[in-house]
Antibody, heavy 111, light 106 residues
Framework: QVQLQESGPGLVKPSETLSLTCTVSGVSINSHSYYWGWIRHSPAKGLEWIGS?????TSRVTISVDASKNQFSLSLSSVTAADTAVYYCAGVAGHGDHDYWGQGTLVTVSS | EIVLTQSPDTLSSSPGERASLFCRASHIVDSNYLAWYQHKPGQAPRLLIH???SRATGIPDRFSGSGSGTDFTLTISRLEPEDFAVYYC?????????FGQGTKVE
């Protein structure tokens, strides 16, 4: 079955870059059948789409793919305390009829 | 960017009652690509409805979605104890994808 797993540091200092990796198993991220991306949740803002491998969004966000490892990664630069959140990677089917999520990883921004 | 505004922010209800949650988009949602998610603490969000009105696999029929264009509704016909959670609408017709701010059903 399809599984996603986030990995990366749980603590990042202010002004530094947050880096997370999502490892996908059970389907190739090259299949184009899924919209692979990153979502975060914080009590203050709720759920937020950060970006996808097709659309990075803001200038602070870079999303890259390593097809050889079936992984995609998130880099979020110049972090502040407002970037403290649970970060999820997810894959959404083309017409949105099903999706897969990682378990989520808490990232805290603090000195 | 399409801004989604959900109402109410909080819905106080009891088991067995009917709950109606609303989502209004700042622009027409392309192809009615509007989804509803349920989110509980410590869990990944769960897809309930896609395409505005289609239930995802395994979702009980007490959950239903309706609407088109800019106005959408999630209805829970009879609240079960496990339905008390936060619900989000999300549009996936236009990049960037966006979520509403959520409605807490308590």
């Amino acid at each position: 079955q399809v599984q996603l797993q986030e990995s990366g540091p749980g603590l990042v200092k202010p002004s530094e870059t947050l880096s997370l990796t999502c490892t996908v198993s059970g389907v190739s991220i090259n299949s184009h059948s899924y919209y692979w991306g990153w979502i975060r949740h914080s009590p203050a803002k709720g759920l937020e789409w950060i970006g996808s491998i097709y659309y990075s969004g803001t200038s602070r966000v870079t999303i890259s793919v390593d097809a050889s490892k079936n992984q995609f990664s998130l880099s979020l630069s110049s972090v502040t305390a407002a970037d403290t959140a649970v970060y999820y990677c997810a894959g959404v089917a083309g017409h949105g009829d099903h999706d897969y999520w990682g378990q989520g990883t808490l990232v805290t921004v603090s000195s | 960017e399409i801004v989604l505004t959900q109402s109410p922010d909080t819905l106080s209800s009891s088991p067995g009652e009917r709950a109606s949650l609303f989502c209004r988009a700042s622009h027409i949602v392309d192809s009615n690509y509007l989804a509803w998610y349920q989110h509980k603490p410590g869990q990944a969000p769960r897809l309930l409805i896609h395409g505005a009105s289609s239930r995802a696999t395994g979702i009980p029929d007490r959950f239903s979605g309706s609407g088109s264009g800019t106005d959408f509704t999630l209805t829970i016909s009879r609240l079960e104890p496990e339905d008390f959670a936060v619900y989000y609408c999300q549009q996936y017709g236009t990049s960037p994808r966006t979520f509403g701010q959520g409605t807490k059903v308590e």
